[in-house]
């Protein structure tokens, strides 16, 4: 029998090869520029799905994992690869705080589902992220301040291992294995869902404000400065945009230059307004959509894309910034700079996100005062060619800024030389080798630059 007529026979869920008529359906990634052609997708129903692909699988075949949400960036050439999307489904246990997540889900289930409840997860900046993929990178969403890393909050997850088996991880049952799941992100075995604590928090003070590019050179030292007085109460961020002149942006922003300062504040709304004037001060607003709002819209303070298109993206973290660093920073991607980059992102770390859990966990990242983020222009045309040496400048100019180490999330496709052993500190590197050895000793669960 061959490994396909194998998987039909034990696998409840769609099982298909790349002659099928749903295989390119199937293995889509929200990075249409990322295309992915494995020998063999699996959309996994159940965790018992999930075990069978596992056990066919153990002849050798490597197994990947293709979650809702963003993906992933690099594509699958060879093996099986699982699809979660049939897996969706969130339970919320109000009285223990505790939001059953399944592989397939986005924040966005989770978010509304605690609503409900008066709760909130701490969530990615973007409701349309996967929760699982996400969550094992460790996650830095618009809350990071006050409640750390998202992975934090993650207190047990199921996982299909190399042994065929589905196991439990938490603090209790396979604590090596939850300890490396909680920021280790992947090469451990299949997660098949995973539970999140949520806190009692049905409203901030928080939002987004827009300036024109005359504004920007005054905005991002004053951002700066402003940052270095904000309570662990309060997390913020700023992007440039470069906005082509397209319909579907709103028409104060349709083919402008601009600068977007998010803000996000724990506690009374009248202290939130006060800690927010400085930046209000900085002069008229295009938009100004900062007020008290639901937790259940927290995804609109970043206000991320939806829908799937073309991509690229540079990350890593840097240490603490400066005015030299300001002037640095505008003068290679200020909105005078003719750069090929539809977004340009910093946002502030610190408070809880320093902190590691009690228990220990493997988030990569911790000692990073702020993170940095490039999205390309989304031409896959100027993927190979124009954007690397254009971030390497960028990055170049920045790199009396850049932190050693930085964090798995932020890392992409793993095709910057070095990018996956800073993604965390060299003896946590070191015990996530260990952990993978233990649970995966033939490599079934291929992870890491190829």
Same mark, same amino acid.
């Given at each position: 029998m061959t490994l396909i007529d194998q998987l039909r026979s034990s696998v409840a869920g769609p099982v298909l090869g790349p002659a099928d008529d749903d295989f390119a359906t199937e293995v889509a990634a929200w990075n249409t520029a990322t295309l992915h052609t494995p020998e063999i997708a699996v959309g996994l129903t159940s965790e018992e799905d999930a075990a069978a692909v596992v056990r066919a699988a153990a002849a050798g075949t490597p197994v990947r994992v293709l979650a809702t949400g963003h993906g992933s960036a690099v594509p699958v050439t060879d093996g099986i690869l699982a699809t979660t999307s049939r897996l969706t489904g969130v339970t919320i246990d109000a009285e223990r705080r505790i939001a059953h997540v399944n592989a397939g889900s986005r924040w966005a289930e989770v978010i509304e589902a605690a609503g409900e409840h008066g709760l909130a997860p701490i969530t990615g900046a %973007? +409701?349309?992220v996967g929760v699982i993929g996400y969550t094992l990178g460790g996650g830095l969403g618009p809350l990071a301040r006050t409640y750390g890393f998202s992975s934090d909050w993650a207190r047990g997850f199921r996982v299909a291992t190399a042994s065929g088996e589905v196991v439990t991880a938490s603090a209790t049952e396979n604590p090596d294995l939850f300890w490396a799941l909680r920021g280790g992100k992947g090469g451990f075995g299949i997660v098949t %869902?995973?539970? !999140?604590?949520? =806190?009692? &928090? %049905? %409203?901030?003070?928080?939002?987004? =404000?827009f300036f024109d590019a005359p504004q920007i050179a005054s905005a991002v030292p004053a951002w700066i400065d402003w940052t270095k007085t904000l309570p662990e109460t309060a997390t913020s961020s700023f992007v440039i945009l470069r906005l082509p002149p397209l319909e579907f942006i709103p028409e104060p922003l349709r083919g402008k230059t601009v600068i977007s300062v998010r803000f996000a504040f724990v506690g009374d709304a009248a202290e939130g307004e006060r800690l927010f004037q400085p930046i209000r001060d900085l002069g008229p607003t295009i938009i100004d959509a900062v007020a008290e709002m639901p937790t259940t819209a927290i995804a609109t303070i970043h206000n991320d894309p939806t829908d799937p298109s073309p991509s690229w993206d540079r990350g890593l973290l840097l240490n603490e910034l400066d005015a030299d660093f300001a002037?640095? !920073? &505008?003068? =290679? +991607?200020?909105?005078?700079q003719q750069v090929p980059f539809i977004a340009i992102e910093i946002r502030h770390l610190g408070g809880a996100a320093q902190r590691d859990v009690p228990e220990g966990s493997a988030v990569g990242g911790r000692g990073g005062a702020y993170t940095f983020f490039m999205a390309g222009a989304p031409d896959p045309s100027l993927f190979a060619t124009v954007l690397p040496p254009a971030a390497d400048a960028i990055l170049s100019a920045l790199s009396p800024w850049t932190a050693d180490e930085t964090t798995i999330n932020y890392a992409g496709g793993l095709t910057t030389p070095g990018s996956y052993e800073a993604s965390w500190p060299a003896d946590t590197f070191a015990r996530l080798a260990e952990v993978r050895t233990t649970y995966d000793p033939n490599t079934l669960f291929p992870y890491g630059p190829a």
């Open positions: %973007s +409701a349309n %869902s995973m539970d !999140f604590e949520l =806190v009692e &928090l %049905s %409203s901030i003070y928080g939002g987004s =404000v002037k640095t !920073f &505008l003068d =290679v +991607a200020g909105p005078d």
